[in-house]
């Protein structure tokens, strides 16, 4: 499509006269890297596929690129951008791993997928060759070469699901989604994708293996979601289509209490709201789902599932609106922030809290126990960069608010930033007794903050490892003994 104005209102025209009535499809399916990389996992998708009745309703499978593939477009664009003429290897370490890939999963790779590769290979390398001899590369070309994983790795699923008997069909997603231009982070033009996704699932009754994480402007460039953005893909497809359920199949145990190489008693939580999981994303978990996908999935209360590939007995953690079904707490920890203090009443110039929204960064106000006329914030370190390098020398002196932001002062970057998160916890209760816990080791709070589903405490990060565990065992065994149970326990 041609970057013109009129072919845009042609095709806002001719998607949005026609009202095709939502269809409804059972599930949709979002395997991650890891689950699209090996035999083992493409076996027990098989398993989890078969499970459904494809004759019945159909079923989408949104896939992400096979494992560290995306890293290597990333290294690829820039090499290109820097016109390192040997970007020619990273291709071809793209196309040895994809080869190798299809070579452990079929006997005999069929035909028509060793062709669309190879066009598909092709067509990156002709992409890289012309884009080098640009003089310059913005995200629009990093678009395009970062999409090609998506495109990789959707085609080897069909084909596979095919050679196994399973129908279903290859979708590029860029002839689903469309957004506005913000390369690299594309906003949904939701009218537009309601209309061109709803009109093709009512003409296309089957299963399908649609490319995650990339989309098409109203222009018809490539665009991409972000890093992480397959979720999303499975998220827009199932909010339009009004989809039962979202599963997305992982390698992890969904989400668990602690992070179990931290703490080994950790345990998979049952249930959790949508709000408990964006605050734990935020706050330093590791289970990371794209942040846009969770507040969409909550605002259509379609129940997100985290399953684990390689071990299809785990039942996964349900993410759900209601809240009265959630009652685990879970812990979470962010190691790379700082205690950062201002000049009490702290303005922070618009820029930069457009910034620190736009970017999700962590950055808030504590309660310390200090006795000072300087007001303390918890600042993500990645945060506090990106102001050194931004915003110093740009904002005029004379701003109020600037000279206030001056005054800023890391006083403390050796923390860790502690998060119980639980909406119906009793927060000023829980407080209490973690700080009774950790008093008893002589751990230290250095600050605290209460939200309405979580706390967040600092610790010195030499007491992080012990504290992390004192506060499982509490956390996650909420009993309260009785006097006379205290008695039996200690067998007087
Ligand atoms: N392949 C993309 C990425 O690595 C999108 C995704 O995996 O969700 O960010
Ligand atoms: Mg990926």
């Avoid at 041609?2 to 806002?12: G, H």
């Avoid at 291709?91 to 080869?99: D, R």
């Avoid at 050194?388 to 800023?408: D, R, V, Y």
């Amino acid at each position: 499509m041609e970057n013109t104005l009129d072919n845009i209102k042609v095709f806002r025209a001719k998607h949005s006269i026609r009202h095709y009535k939502a269809i409804r499809v059972m599930e949709i399916l979002k395997f991650g890297g890891s689950s699209v990389s090996s035999k083992v996992s493409l076996e027990n998708m098989l398993q989890i596929v078969r499970g459904y009745n494809l004759e019945g309703e159909p079923l989408i499978i949104v896939v992400s690129a096979l494992k560290g593939v995306t890293n290597h477009l990333v290294n690829l664009a820039e090499a290109l951008k820097k016109k390192d003429k040997s970007y020619n290897k990273t291709i071809n370490i793209i196309s040895e791993k994809h080869q190798e890939f299809i070579h452990t999963i079929f006997d005999e790779v069929p035909l028509k997928l060793k062709k669309g590769l190879k066009k598909q290979e092709e067509n990156l390398r002709e992409t890289a060759s012309t884009l080098i001899k640009k003089e310059i590369l913005g995200s629009k070309d990093y678009d395009i070469i970062v999409s090609f994983g998506e495109l990789f790795s959707a085609q080897i699923i069909a084909a596979f699901l095919n050679k196994n008997g399973l129908d279903f069909s290859f979708k590029d997603a860029r002839e689903l989604i469309i957004t506005d231009t913000s390369f690299s982070n594309a906003k949904i033009d939701w009218d537009l994708t309601t209309s061109v996704v709803t009109s093709f699932f009512a003409r296309n009754k089957s299963s399908y293996v649609v490319t995650g994480f990339i989309a098409r402007s109203i222009y018809g460039d490539t665009t991409t979601l972000g890093r992480g953005g397959s979720d999303y893909t499975a998220t827009i497809l199932a909010a339009v289509l009004k989809a039962k359920k979202v599963t997305k199949w992982t390698d992890v145990y969904g989400i668990m209490t602690a992070d179990p190489n931290k703490v080994i008693e950790a345990c998979s939580l049952e249930n959790i709201t949508f709000s408990e999981l964006k605050n734990m994303s935020k706050f330093g978990s590791n289970v990371l789902v794209h942040p846009e996908s969770i507040d969409e999935l909550s605002k259509h209360n379609i129940p997100f599932l985290i399953r684990n590939t390689f071990d299809c007995n785990f039942k996964g953690t349900q993410v759900i609106n209601k809240e009265d079904d959630c009652s685990q707490k879970a812990l979470s920890a962010h190691q790379s922030c700082s205690i950062v203090s201002f000049n009490k009443g702290l303005d922070l110039p618009r820029i930069m809290i457009k910034e620190i929204i736009d970017k999700n960064y962590l950055f808030f106000r504590i309660k310390t126990f200090k006795n000072d006329d300087r007001s303390y914030y918890i600042v993500a370190n990645d945060c506090i960069t990106f102001f050194k390098e931004n915003f110093s020398a740009s904002i005029p002196e004379t701003s109020a608010s600037f000279s206030n932001f001056k005054s800023a002062e890391v006083i403390d970057d050796n923390i860790v930033l502690i998060t119980v998160t639980n909406q119906k916890m009793n927060k000023k209760e829980q407080l209490e007794k973690i700080k009774k816990i950790l008093n008893t080791d002589e751990i230290k709070i250095l600050g605290y903050r209460l939200f309405f589903n979580s706390i967040s405490f600092i610790l010195d990060k030499k007491d992080f490892k012990k504290a992390l565990i004192m506060l499982h065992g509490e956390v996650t065994n909420d009993k309260v003994l009785s006097v006379e149970e205290l008695v039996e326990e200690a067998g007087l």
